[in-house]
T-cell receptor, first 113, second 112 residues
């Protein structure tokens, strides 16, 4: 059951450049999408989210884009910094808060100095 | 910033033994969750809990699993008779309506 898919297991980006992480979903009932960042030996940390009524949400260096017709979202990090090296998970739910999350497999982002 | 705390960080248990994983959710959150991540796989939902009862559970959450909120702060996951395949990272999370879920740092459960 792969309702949320992150097809790139890893991504390597030069420091200062843009990192683009992608996520696809199949369940049209999903209404709320989140990105989490995870360091080794820590839990997922919330980064940014977007509701299905929007197509873009921005928070500092992080921007999430949602294309509902393509059932695709992406996370842009500009500029990328060494501290951004982590595993990034895309997650989806039916509503904002108070409901289970369905996660993608994660993408390991490495920022090279 | 308030956070979700989980204990222990690592639990080693013999197969067939009972294990209890503990979590203290963020104090003003009303919804509580357990997820697990088997090594190399995705984070999977186990169970959600609201108003002192299970609101949703996955196929993984069979009769061997139970959850409890024994007091005003703790939220526990019990596995009655552990199996080798229960070895995983177990994450507790909590949230409120219109807010994102916050996760603890997890308990690594190793079944021998």
């Amino acid at each position: 059951d792969q309702q949320v898919k992150q097809n790139s297991p890893s991504l390597s980006v030069q420091e200062g450049r843009i990192s683009i992480l992608n996520c696809d979903y199949t369940n049209s009932m999903f209404d709320y999408f989140l990105w989490y960042k995870k360091y080794p030996a820590e839990g997922p940390t919330f980064l940014i989210s977007i509701s299905s009524i929007k197509d873009k949400n921005e928070d500092g260096r992080f921007t999430v884009f949602l294309n509902k017709s393509a059932k695709h979202l992406s996370l842009h990090i500009v500029p990328s910094q060494p501290g951004d090296s982590a595993v990034y998970f895309c997650a989806a739910s039916g509503v904002q808060g108070a409901q289970k999350l369905v996660f993608g497999q994660g993408t390991r982002l490495t920022i090279n100095p | 910033e308030p956070e979700v705390t989980q204990t222990p960080s690592h639990q080693v248990t013999q197969m067939g033994q009972e294990v209890i994983l503990r979590c203290v959710p963020i104090s003003n959150h009303l919804y509580f969750y357990w997820y697990r991540q088997i090594l190399g796989q995705k984070v999977e939902f186990l169970v959600s809990f609201y108003n002192n009862e299970i609101s949703e559970k996955s196929e993984i959450f069979d009769d061997q699993f139970s959850v409890e909120r024994p007091d005003g702060s703790n939220f526990t996951l019990k596995i009655r008779s552990t199996k080798l395949e229960d070895s995983a990272m177990y994450f507790c999370a909590s949230d409120r309506v219109a807010q994102p879920q916050h996760f603890g740092d997890g308990t690594r459960l190793s079944i021998l």
